[in-house]
């Protein structure tokens, strides 16, 4: 495709959430950017210089604006963390572009945080996420915890799923790619930071219903899909065979790039309805007090994703598209994808 077949304008945000923003966001970014240096994460001055360009702080800031200060300086080391791994080790080099060398390396930094306690060799990262593991153990109860590792090994096994995707030159189809996306991109442990941001825990039993899980997932899928908007440009710079939601759209449907990017949009704005609507539907029952923050966060996790994007150095060159307060389609009918059609169902 010549640059014209592959340019896409982004259309206005649709997130009827309020911006919100911790009064300590500054301080959050010494604090992490200190613990980053302690420990020797950075490689080199250049690569420090990558990280704290990610305003990673800041995202968290925006995610939890009303958390505990104690809860966010855990969730902020471990996304400054989750930035320099997933771009040293998931995205490319040895261990990105490497279908078996990956679920090894993989499997050894998942086993130090399932006993944070052990000692992970001369790993730098194992070592590192095993100290944000304790935090949390210390801080907030072990069911907390344990979400948090367990959804940040359903992360590193869609990695596995991606890598594999990768070598194989394989552009997935639309429903696999969101299937994908879903745990790829990291939402599961991000979200999952929720919990030790806020501090109160989620009752089992409605953490793990139906109708949460879709409302987690749903809010995952939107950051996720914008994620892929406002990196649609880098990503094409860098990789054009690198899945996007909106090159897979071009792909299935025939569609010039950006004319898949107005259907995304679409496809986008009718999940964050379907979010909303059941949303209001859960609040509306006699549910937790944890709960309702928790679901209140999701909302925060999606508005706070879009403003942090639209900052952050890391989207160079991204033209900020404003704001709308219309959804460009509100229809309430599933979308035709088999893997979360169910998120329509009476839940």
Known sequence: MTATETSVRLRPSYCP??????????????????????????????????????RSAEFCARFAPHGDYEGLRLAARWVYWGFLFDDRRCDTGRFGDDPHRFPRMAGAVQRAMDAPWSDPGDDRYARAVQDVVRGMYGLRTPTQARRFTEAHRAWLFSVTWQVAVRALRHLPDLDEYTSLRLQSAGG??????????NGPEVPGAEMDSPAVRALTEMAITVASWDNDFQSYHRERAEDPAYPNLITVLARDRGLHADVAAEEATRLRDRVLTRFLRLREAVTARPVSAALRLYLDGLGHAVRGNLDWGFRVPRYRGLVVPGWTDEPADDDPSPLPMPSIAWWWDDL
């Open 188 to 197: 599961g442990p991000t979200i999952a930071l929720l919990e030790i941001a």
């Open 17 to 54: 959430v309020p911006e919100a923003i911790h009064p300590r966001a500054a301080e959050l970014e010494r604090d992490a950017l200190a613990w980053v240096d302690r420990l020797g994460l950075a490689a080199d001055e250049e690569q420090f210089t990558l990280l704290r360009r990610t």
